[in-house]
């Protein structure tokens, strides 16, 4: 395979053709939907880009089903990646954080042998001001007989996952992307529309500066994570204080602590014993993402990726980045979350 450098200038479609290659059994499809799935991005990208000029900013009157108000912008990224991939026949159902159940395949279109989950925007709430936000997901093969996707399907674990991906739509539109062959990072070139290659066999440092995570949510948390995370901020003395930073979307958060080293997390609290994040197009994603980059991701009690899944929307709590960090969550954590401790109590 062709060590591409940063400074090749190598299309993500190129890329795509020529990691397909080292496939010899491959027919294509896994390819197309990576193809379809750049040119949604181009789209979305193209709408975040002008959301405050086309009165698409702001909320509908609808809720989804994670009882979210749904952003204009999360119903349109959602349409937008729904019509860019039904009809290439790669595909035998969907998923969708925006959508209840699976998503078939219209009956017009053929089948195929995948199943394609996603977060068609991440971090909605921070698109009317501005901040950066995201699309997250995954591709596993269908498990079950006949040509339809079935529920069976979609709730197969993560290390199952045979493609992954997000986009971040920040000051320059990234996708970034793996097929279990390293990861591999692509800046869209607005001036031609396309996702050049730009960080080829993306590594994460082993442990990093930044810690990503919300602390208004202290007092719900257990002693442990309350220890854990006073041993990231140095203040037990055991090793150096790491930096804070905490964007509010997951791609953007995950992105930075990706490239530069870190943990992201969002434990476990009494409101929310399985937190908030969601396993099928969330966590597993990006934890097939972290461990080809060379980190880990865990719940507090297993890898992520050998969660065996019970429903499509489930939750579960997530520290994921440098595996150095995560390690020390592992050391640090096991104990179930207690209830909530009176203020008074401290
Ligand atoms: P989404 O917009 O797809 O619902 O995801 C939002 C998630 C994630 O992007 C982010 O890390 C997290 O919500 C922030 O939650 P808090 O505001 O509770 O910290
Ligand atoms: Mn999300
Ligand atoms: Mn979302």
């Known amino acids: 395979m062709v060590k591409h450098t940063a ?67 999360d119903v349109i990224a959602n349409e937008i990646i729904i019509k860019a991939v039904d009809h290439g026949g790669r595909l035998c159902a969907m998923a969708s954080e925006e959508e209840p159940d699976i998503i078939q395949i219209p009956d017009n279109f053929k089948c195929g042998k995948y199943c ?24 596993v093969k269908k498990i079950t007989r006949g040509t339809r ?28 992307y793996t097929t279990g062959r390293g ?45 854990l995370m006073r041993r990231y901020r140095g203040l037990d003395g055991q090793r150096a204080a790491m930096n804070v930073r905490y964007v509010g979307s997951l791609v953007a958060d995950f ?21 908030k994040l969601r396993l099928l197009y969330e966590a597993n994603p990006l934890a097939f993402i972290v461990e080809q980059a060379g980190g880990a991701a865990t719940s507090g009690d297993m890898r992520i990726l050998d969660i065996e899944p019970t429903d499509l929307h489930q939750r579960t709590p997530l520290y994921i980045g440098s595996k150095g960090d995560v390690d020390i969550a592992l050391s640090m954590l096991g104990k179930p979350v207690v209830d909530e401790i009176p203020l008074a109590a401290r």
């Open 149 to 176: 996707g079935e529920m069976e399907d979609m709730l197969q674990p993560g290390r199952r996952q045979v493609a992954a991906g997000y986009v971040i739509y920040g000051a320059s539109t990234m996708l970034v």
């Open 183 to 227: 990861v591999h990072g692509f800046t869209l070139d607005p001036s031609i529309g396309e996702f050049l290659l730009s960080h080829p066999h993306i590594r994460v440092p082993n442990s990093g500066r930044y810690l990503s995570v919300n602390d208004s949510y202290e007092r719900l948390w257990s002693d442990d994570v309350r220890a």
């Open 7 to 73: 400074t090749s200038v190598v299309t993500i479609d190129r890329y795509i053709i020529e990691e397909e290659k080292l496939h010899p059994e491959a027919t294509g499809e896994l390819s197309g939907i990576l193809y379809d799935l750049a040119l949604a991005a181009k789209m979305i990208a193209n709408k975040v880009r002008s959301a405050g000029l086309a009165d698409i900013l702001g909320a509908t009157e609808d809720t989804n089903v994670q009882g979210e108000i749904q952003q204009k912008l």
């Open 255 to 275: 992105h930075r602590n990706l490239l530069g080293g870190g943990l992201f997390a969002y434990p476990s609290n009494t409101k929310n014993v399985k937190g």
């Open 116 to 139: 394609l989950l996603f977060d068609p925007l991440d971090g909605s709430s921070n698109i009317d001001v501005n901040v950066p936000v995201g699309t997250i997901f995954s591709v």
